[in-house]
């Protein structure tokens, strides 16, 4: 008797899109054309005013609406909740991410991968800026993980969809669901990997705001800590500024024989900081606690 075949998996594309009329129909239909085994290819409409539904549903994709704008990681969340397949692989409908590399992800999972990561080479990056921001981004969650991390905010991703489900209350609806999304993997222990992809520039003009999105992506470095181990944030500025007080304290009673004023500012930060760290990793335990 022969042994039974493993059932393929079935897979869902879902492109979160607002405003993506020029781009959106070509996209869909290159991933059509994929012999890659695709359930269903899900655009996720963010309250478009163009016609970025209709030429989605034209090129073949299931489409579903936001009656507004609810953001990025609002779109990415609907897609997730409706779609029907046992891996989910996300990627933008600007054109900037090339539907060739869906197998290279698709590849990995199958082999046992529980998230596969499309990382960015250097030639992909928007802009200067933008560029710098990863390489700082990736070089926190690195020190915080101990994992290397190749490209933590890439919208490109395959992942299996239980357990993506499992932190859908933890993503925000802006632009930092793959950053958030990431720690969290790692935190539960899943295994995560990384496939090198050249990312093109995007067609039309970016959501993206520097100015505007400036005191998201502070945001976003505090998210890192706070979605990992805390401590390992709090404990070292802690103990900097507990080292500096003593050090001032030091200098202070050997030049003036006396305990000062800015001493013990500094001696009570440095506690205040520690236990501000300890209840936000009590709080973190909290969240995976599933």
Sequence with gaps: MKAEEKEVEKISIILPAKNEAATVGDTVARIRALSTKVVEVLVVDDGSSDDTAAMAAEA???VLSHTYSKGNGAAIKTGARHAKGDVLVFMDADGQHDP?????????????ADMVIGARGNGSQASLGRGMANHLYNALATYMTGNPIRDLTSGFRAVRAEKFREFLSLLPNGFSYPTTITMAFFRAGYTVEYVPIKAARRTGASHIRPLRDGLRFLVIIFKIATLYSPLKIFVPGSAGLFMLGLGYYGFTFITQGRFTNMSALLLTTAILIFL???????????MYKE
Excluded: M, N
Aim: glycine letters at 18%.
């Design 276 to 286: 501000i760290g300890l209840v936000s990793e009590q709080i973190t335990q909290l």
């Design 60 to 62: 073949g994709a299931r």
């Design 100 to 112: 060739g590399d869906i197998p290279g992800l698709l590849e990995k999972v199958t082999a046992g």
